[in-house]
């Protein structure tokens, strides 16, 4: 019973098919031609100028040459995306699937809302800026599907700095090395910041000064705040040794002022403090003036925490450079005459400015320790001064003897005779 109605009901429509295929081809009349198709040059059946039936359906188009009645249309799509979210200059791909899966055409076209975010080729994205940009599939019939794509940065997960401690002397400086992990992250900038600038400075490049002793730390933080430190203590560039330089050979009553020489020459600490063994030869101020007191030696020292230097020093005389010998009278001198001579030494301040008097001949004359010269016989001398330091003056002197002058001249026997006595004295002597 069943199945006889169902064959009748197959007839009823094949029967209906006809009449309405009849009637249409009653409305324009036309064979179709090798492409199934036929033409209506004056449209009569609203679809343009030619159109199909396909075996008896009603005028249709093949729009991109499928049938909607006997090809399977897409009737959805799907995408799907391996990442929906990725970093700053990933790629991934989108896939695109279109329903049902026997559809006449399963191409899919893509679009992307936002180049600037998402750079699409074929189904291949890259992440170009950051932000969210929108993928659509679209069927050859329209069908279309989305997906949200967003990049965002890849974040820094761990920033190193190698020392735990860095130990720097007063000045110096020292380029920090910080590595950030992963090293392909977004932005693996680091800012540099000193806990406390007045004892270390850093700079955009993590090179850190030392300024003032003292301990503080130096951070390293990427931009979502991942950080690593290292604590830097800066100390005092401590001297050596220590070297005096000056004179070593100072004149009495002069001062000098002697130097401290440190090594490194970039110590820091440049105090010193200045000793001398024998005060009563000289002092010494702790800036390194020296004052020279009395004539002997003594030993200066310089002294700095664990350093010390000595050296010798000498206190010397100031010597006499000049002795101006001036006579009493510049008169002529005769035998058994005497006369005094002076002496004025030069410089003023001289150590020893005692003169001590001789002549080169004291057959002809003497001279005392004040001075006085005798002349003792007529001839040609010379006074000599000289100082307990070695400077001597001379000064030629022409003893005359006046009675051989009167003999000469005047011829007078009984001085002839005193000058005798004269010269025969002077042989005793
Ligand atoms: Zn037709
Ligand atoms: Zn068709």
Redesign the pocket.
Same mark, same amino acid.
Do not use: I, K
């Given at each position: 019973m069943y199945r006889y109605k169902n064959i009748l009901l197959r007839i009823l429509c094949v029967a209906l098919l006809v009449v309405s295929c009849t009637n249409i081809a009653y409305a324009h009349s036309g064979r179709t031609d090798s492409s199934g198709g036929h033409r209506d040059n004056k449209n009569v059946s609203g679809l343009g100028s030619y159109h %199909?039936h396909?075996g008896g %359906?009603p005028a +249709?188009l +093949?729009t991109s040459g499928y049938?909607?009645?006997?090809d399977t249309f897409p009737s959805s799509v799907s995408v799907k995306a391996e990442k929906t979210s990725l970093y700053l200059g990933e790629s991934t791909t989108i896939n695109g699937s279109v329903y049902p899966s026997n559809a006449c055409n399963t191409q899919i076209d893509w679009e992307c809302s936002d180049s600037s975010v998402i750079s699409l080729r074929n189904n291949t994205i890259e992440a170009v800026g950051f932000g969210t940009a929108t993928i659509t599939g679209t069927s050859f019939n329209g069908k279309t599907a989305s997906i949200k794509i967003t990049v965002k940065e890849k974040p820094v997960e761990l920033v190193s700095i190698e020392e735990e401690l860095i130990s720097l002397e007063l000045g110096k400086t020292f380029n920090v090395q910080a590595t950030v992990n992963p090293t392909d992250a977004t932005n693996t900038e680091l800012e540099w910041k000193s806990e406390n600038p007045d004892i270390v400075t850093v700079t955009a490049d993590g090179v850190i000064t030392a300024m003032a002793c003292g301990k503080t730390t130096i951070y390293a933080a990427a931009n979502n705040g991942i950080s690593d430190s290292v604590t830097v203590e800066v100390n005092e560039i401590v001297a050596t040794s220590i070297a005096i330089e000056g004179d070593s050979q100072i004149q009495i009553g002069s001062t000098t002022n002697l130097q401290a020489v440190f090594t490194p020459h970039d110590t820091t600490v440049q105090d010193v403090t200045w000793e001398i063994s024998d005060t009563s030869i000289a002092e010494i101020s702790q800036e390194g003036v020296l004052n020279a007191l009395n004539i002997g030696t003594a030993t200066v020292y310089a002294k700095q925490k664990d350093v010390e230097t000595s050296i010798q020093i000498e206190v010397m005389p100031i010597n006499v450079s000049e002795i101006i010998i001036t006579p009493s009278s510049d008169e002529k001198i005769n035998i058994g005459e005497s006369m005094d001579f002076s002496a004025e030494v030069l410089p003023e301040n001289a150590t020893y400015p005692a003169v001590t008097w001789r002549t080169n001949d004291e057959n002809i004359a003497t001279n005392d320790e004040n001075g006085v010269l005798q002349a003792h016989k007529s001839g040609e001398v010379i006074v000599i001064a000289e100082t307990e330091d070695g400077c001597t003056a001379e000064y030629p002197l022409k003893i005359n003897n006046p009675i051989q002058g009167v003999i000469v001249g005047v011829g007078v026997v009984g001085v002839i005779a005193a000058a005798a006595v004269v010269i025969k004295k002077k042989k005793k002597i």
């Open positions: %199909y396909c %359906y +249709h +093949h049938c909607p009645y006997r």
